[in-house]
């Protein structure tokens, strides 16, 4: 652990709402559907889970009911930011989420044995051409979490053993996370992640069928939860107008009872973008903490190296305008390839030195994006080119 924060933190004025650009599962909407948004607060979709006090310092979470102690900068030594708010237009497309699997009896109650050493990935030899070789170095470190998603460059849904395969390559994380239900995923994923003592952070994609979702993963979950750390109950769905808030409050506090019922003990929440959580602090109040999504990349006046600052500062504005709740960041990273955002240049070198800066500003217990790259989606202007091209471990080996 290291011994505390020594960065100067610049407080930005103001926000750029920030679409998501990884929505796997039930629904992903269209280009159409996302509408162009020009906001005075900042925002960046975050891939760490980090938690923030009411005074805006994060401090760490325990995905085993241990919390570790971290030192964070006092927050009143951040200097404001006299930036003019960016103007982001959002259009970014996501395929269309494969159908659900044939009911299975599996869960992740006894975890599958691993096959092979947590060593480096190796790039698959029927890897989806790119014009950059995509970098396979690991960048895990003890108490970090990580996005994954269980499909196939076709869309197809992979199969428990070609997840297993993928989980063997990922060294170093506490927690994965997920965002539906669709696949099977809650309890294919869950086995492979308990294999390797890691939590799940689990989803339901599709607010409008939280009932069902919910329903799966008490299934997957068969009567021990002992290995969800959260649920999650939608994924941006305020920020880009798919839902209303009193939707999604609605739909987790039916959930949250649905799961009480099935002996579930963990947390319950919605993830959204900082400029939604900012607009809207309902979603955080329903919520067991405030879970936001925070990409630097898309701001568009960040650099690689400025990546962690500009996340952290993110945080401490939606604690604060969340009167004070703990503040997850459930999405951030810096994609390998793509076009040119600004001062955002994505790069194998400048994926490196975005997800270190990340890492010193938050210590640990972030969710990191992604996994590996995700040739299934496509791109768009609104996501540069580099939808594609987050994954922190290469190509998949499976």
């Known amino acids: 652990m290291k011994a505390g924060l020594h960065l100067i933190l610049t407080l930005a004025a103001f926000a750029v709402a920030q679409p998501s650009r990884r929505h796997r599962h039930v629904a992903r909407r269209q280009a159409a559907d996302i509408p162009t948004v020009t906001v005075v607060d900042v925002v960046t979709d975050v891939a760490a889970v980090v938690y923030v006090n009411g005074n805006g310092q994060p401090f760490s979470t325990s995905y085993d009911g241990q919390a570790a102690s971290l030192i964070f900068p006092d927050p009143t030594s951040v200097a404001p930011s006299s930036a003019v708010a960016p103007t982001f237009t959002s259009s970014r497309t996501s395929p269309h989420p494969p159908p659900p699997p044939a009911s299975s009896s599996s869960s992740f109650n006894t975890p599958p044995q691993a096959t092979s050493s947590l060593a480096a990935p190796a790039t698959p030899s029927s890897s989806p ?13 003890s108490g970090y979490a990580l996005s994954y998603s269980p499909y196939n460059t076709d869309n197809s849904c992979k199969s428990q053993a070609q997840i297993n395969i993928d989980f063997a390559h990922i060294s170093g994380y506490s927690m994965i996370r997920i965002y539906g239900t669709d696949c099977n995923q809650t309890a294919t994923v869950g086995s492979a992640a308990a294999a390797y003592n890691m939590k799940l952070f689990a989803g339901v994609y599709d607010v409008t069928q939280v009932e069902t979702e919910i329903q799966q ?32 409050v609605s739909a987790i506090n039916t959930a949250r009872g649905l799961l009480k019922s099935a002996g579930y003990k963990g947390k319950v929440v919605t993830v959204d973008t900082f400029v939604a959580m900012i607009a809207n602090p309902e979603l955080c109040q329903a919520s067991d903490y405030a879970a936001a999504n925070c990409h ?28 004070g709740k703990d503040t997850m960041i459930t999405e951030t990273g ?3 390839q793509g076009e040119t955002n600004g001062k955002a240049i994505p790069s194998p070198e400048n994926q490196a030195v975005a997800v270190a ?32 091209y987050w994954g922190l471990l290469g190509n998949a080996p499976s």
Do not use: M
């Open 296 to 323: 630097a990349f898309f701001d568009g006046g960040v650099t690689a190296e400025q990546a962690g600052d500009f996340v952290l500062a993110q945080a401490q504005r939606v604690s604060h305008a969340c009167g």
């Open 217 to 248: 993963i008490i299934t997957a979950a068969n009567g021990n939860f002992d290995h969800i750390d959260t649920v999650a109950i939608g994924n941006e769905g305020v920020n880009d107008g798919t839902y209303s808030v009193g939707q999604v």
């Open 129 to 141: 051409s790119s014009s950059s070789t995509p970098p396979t170095t690991g960048v895990g470190a």
């Open 334 to 336: 810096w994609p390998w």
């Open 357 to 388: 800066s990340i890492k010193k500003a938050f210590y640990h217990n972030i969710v990191l994006f992604t996994a590996f790259n995700d040739y299934w989606k496509q791109n768009n202007a609104g996501t540069f080119g580099a939808e594609q």
